[in-house]
């Protein structure tokens, strides 16, 4: 059986359906869903937070939470959650490496953008993959290439979205 996959356009809507699975771990992409492609390091920061914050009040259970992004970004301070372990991964490497993810307990969500790296992530992972899709036209000209890419490939990883 192929792991789950739902596309949802809001922070809102992928933390509600993320509760609904009840997921131990929870593997969030940076970009665009924490904080913006070109957002500086506050933003990051501010977005971590409110991401933590927003996750303890919608997805009860929820052991570890993983922020993974492909890029250099990091935190200017370690992150703490309530009751929660907080893992933050710069380079992650997404979807090939997958051994930062093996600890994590199960059963798990990868919440991001892109079908191509998240997307694969997760279903090497067996975990549910929740997709945010942001407006479209808001999308830089990489982001928009990869999810046209990415669309190519959601038949052979997921069945159709709920």
């Not at 200017?76 to 372990?85: C, E, K, Q, T």
């Not at 991964?89 to 991001?112: D, E, M, Q």
């Not at 942001?134 to 990489?142: A, E, K, T, V, Y």
């Amino acid at each position: 059986m192929r792991p789950g996959y739902d596309r949802l356009a809001t922070l809102d809507e992928v933390l509600r359906r993320a509760g609904e699975l009840s997921p131990k771990t929870l593997v969030f992409d940076i970009e665009p869903l924490v904080a913006d492609w070109n957002g500086g390091q506050e933003a990051l920061d501010q977005g971590l937070r409110s991401v933590l914050a927003r996750v303890a009040g919608m997805v009860p259970g929820a052991q570890v939470v993983c922020f993974a992004t492909n890029s250099f970004r990091r935190p200017s301070a370690p992150l703490a959650g309530d009751d929660v372990r907080v893992v933050y991964l710069a380079s992650a490497g997404k979807p090939l490496r997958t051994g930062y993810y093996r600890g994590f307990p199960r059963p798990g969500v990868v919440i991001g953008d892109q079908l191509a790296t998240d997307g694969v992530l997760a279903r090497r992972l067996g975990y549910a993959f929740l997709q945010y899709r942001p407006d479209q036209g808001s999308l830089p000209p990489g982001p928009r290439l990869m999810d046209w890419g990415g669309r190519l490939v959601r038949p052979l990883l997921f069945a159709r979205p709920h």
